[in-house]
């Protein structure tokens, strides 16, 4: 199987600061990408999909490079309920291929 | 709306012990996936399947063994549990292979004494 690497962190911040993850995958053939959000001691929840274009919801933003293989996720105005772990996501032949999350802390 | 569901959610074993872990999804998804997840280590695949009757090793399947008789259920077996095998798993679902998300269960916590 393939690889999604990520930065484990973690990323302490100051609450209403931005922030921004990337991800890398090995895998040229994924076609599809996420972000999941996971709680403390609770299973991963999605976040958002990824399209090539870009996508926005609300504060967040996620960004595909496929040329260099790599995924954003861009938080604004980061709340204290940001806090989590966000994994990143890639879809292919094979099914989904997790990363192992980036912990996030904001601080008040 | 029950999604994915995962029982038990929290079991006991000793050394040696068997047990099965049961992943059943009521939105006819194809895959399904059982994952383990350890402090520090994020979720490691187990093994998956990508349909009914048919399954796939993953990252680290050494000590279990999976079967998917039915579509809805993905069932995870430890034949005789071991200490290293303490974990939280989680079991997913997903409706197909490109571009669909994946749904997780609550998760079972399992602890081998």
């Known amino acids: 199987r393939k690889e999604v690497e990520q930065d484990p962190g973690p990323f302490n911040v100051p609450e209403g600061a931005t922030v921004a993850f990337n991800c890398t995958y090995s895998?040229?053939?994924?076609?599809?990408f996420f972000w999941y959000r996971q709680d403390c001691r609770k299973e991963p929840k999605l976040l958002m999909s990824?399209?090539?274009s870009g996508n926005e919801d609300g504060r967040f933003t996620a960004q595909l490079n496929r040329a260099s293989q790599y995924i954003s996720l861009l938080i604004r105005d980061s709340k204290l309920s940001d806090s989590a772990t966000y994994l990143c996501?890639?879809?292919?032949?094979?099914?989904?291929?997790f990363g192992k999350g980036t912990h996030l802390i904001i601080q008040p | 709306n029950a999604g994915v569901t995962q029982t038990p959610k929290f079991r006991v074993l000793k050394t040696g012990q068997s047990m099965t872990l049961l992943c059943a999804q009521d939105?006819?998804?194809?895959?399904m996936y059982w994952y383990r997840q350890d402090p520090g280590m994020g979720l490691r695949l187990i093994h998956y399947?990508?349909?009914?009757?048919?399954?796939a090793k993953g990252e680290v399947p050494d000590g279990y063994n999976v079967s998917r008789l039915k579509k809805q259920n993905f069932l995870l077996g430890l034949e005789s549990a071991a200490p290293s095998q303490t974990s939280v798993y989680f079991c997913?679902?997903?409706?197909?292979?490109?571009?669909?998300?994946?749904?997780f269960g609550q998760g079972t916590r399992l602890t081998v004494v």
């Open positions: 990824v399209y090539s």
């Open positions: 399947s990508v349909g009914e009757g048919t399954t």
């Open positions: 939105m006819n998804h194809e895959y």
């Open positions: 895998n040229s053939a994924s076609q599809s």
């Open positions: 997913a679902s997903s409706g197909g292979r490109r571009t669909t998300e994946a749904f």
């Open positions: 996501v890639g879809g292919g032949a094979d099914g989904l291929t």
